[in-house]
């Protein structure tokens, strides 16, 4: 099955679901940064790498809801709901650090915990995703369908090109 949301075959979703993962991963570690005392500017900059990695995964919504909206097998469509409604909630988690960030002195752990917790859930998520492409095969053109493209356009003859 091959997603409904690509660009020459290649899904967008796993593309765009890269910037969330990196910007909260690196909130966190300014969050770390920050409890360790060095400060303001970590904390700033976390908060928003937190902000980019939401409007990222909101953007990485889209062509991921689009291609859930095409899977019609039982198994993987419940595979699916859950990756889908456990990354809602990672963002969720976000969200409120977010939040919590714009009311809370800059010494509280509470985004350094609100970003680990919001990591392990994005973990589950990212596992989900790749039970789906790695083990069940979604958006994965297989080999052999590969092989016997690859063999028509073998025996096409070559086209010649005008000279001028």
Not at 1 to 17: D, E, F, G, I
Not at 69 to 83: N, P, Q, V, Y
């Amino acid at each position: 099955m091959s997603s409904p949301a690509s660009v020459k075959n290649h899904p967008l979703h796993p593309m765009l679901v890269a910037l969330p993962i990196g910007l909260w991963t690196f909130a966190f570690v300014c969050d770390v940064a920050t409890v360790m005392g060095r400060g303001d500017p970590w904390s700033t900059v976390g908060t928003y790498a937190i902000a980019g990695g939401i409007i990222g995964a909101l953007l990485a919504a889209v062509p991921g809801f689009i291609d859930y909206l095409s899977i019609d097998e039982k198994e993987m469509k419940k595979i699916a709901t859950t990756h889908l409604l456990l990354a809602l909630g990672a963002v969720a988690v976000f969200a409120l650090n977010f939040w919590m960030r714009q009311r809370l002195p800059q010494t509280s752990l509470v985004p350094l915990s609100l970003s680990a917790v919001g990591l392990l859930i994005l973990g589950g998520v990212g596992w989900l995703g790749g039970e789906m492409v790695y083990v069940k095969g979604m958006a994965v053109q297989a080999v052999e369908e590969l092989a016997k493209e690859s063999a028509r356009k073998e025996k096409q003859p070559a086209r010649m090109k005008r000279a001028g």
